[in-house]
């Protein structure tokens, strides 16, 4: 693949200003074994991640090339993209959301304290171990999760 055949999947942008709008922080963890294995090369991925900041509103993406056998923390399904990411920025993954598109996303997202989505592509896999919430697009997760944050809100505001 190459940065010409880059595609941002219809309402990401949206997805991701409103997410940002509502106080989130949006840090993308992505496995990337196909550098690791010589089927990409990593000027390929670094140019993508920079358009990718450069054009959504993501604060974050972190990266891990290496294959299941290195059996690093950082490759989902661990958790360790997240947890350095939560380190980094002061998150608390408790309060967090880890929206995916194959069980390793979910997975991690589970590992890590998260509230997790799960967008089925029907990419043929296994399906991510429960409790996940299943949506069909970030547009979906993220409108559930905003309105999550707005009720939340209100309860603290009617609380006090």
């Not at 490759?75 to 069980?103: E, N, Q, Y």
């Amino acid at each position: 693949m190459s940065i010409d055949e880059l595609e941002i999947l219809p309402n990401v942008r949206e997805a991701l200003a409103m997410l940002r709008q509502a106080g989130y922080l949006n840090i993308v963890v992505t496995n990337q074994p196909d550098v690791r294995t010589g089927n990409q090369r990593l000027e390929v991925v670094e140019s993508m991640h920079a358009h990718l900041l450069d054009t959504l509103s993501l604060d974050e993406i972190r990266v891990c090339y290496h294959i299941d056998e290195d059996n690093c923390e950082c490759r989902k399904p661990k958790p360790g993209m997240l947890l350095t990411a939560a380190a980094k920025h002061g998150i608390a993954l408790g309060d967090s959301f880890m929206v995916g598109d194959r069980w390793r996303d979910v997975q991690a997202g589970q590992a890590a304290g998260c509230h997790a989505f799960f967008i089925d592509l029907g990419y043929g896999e296994q399906r991510p171990n429960p409790p996940y919430t299943e949506v069909a697009s970030l547009l979906e997760a993220a409108k559930v999760i905003v309105s999550k944050t707005a009720a939340t809100s209100i309860a603290e505001k009617e609380c006090r």
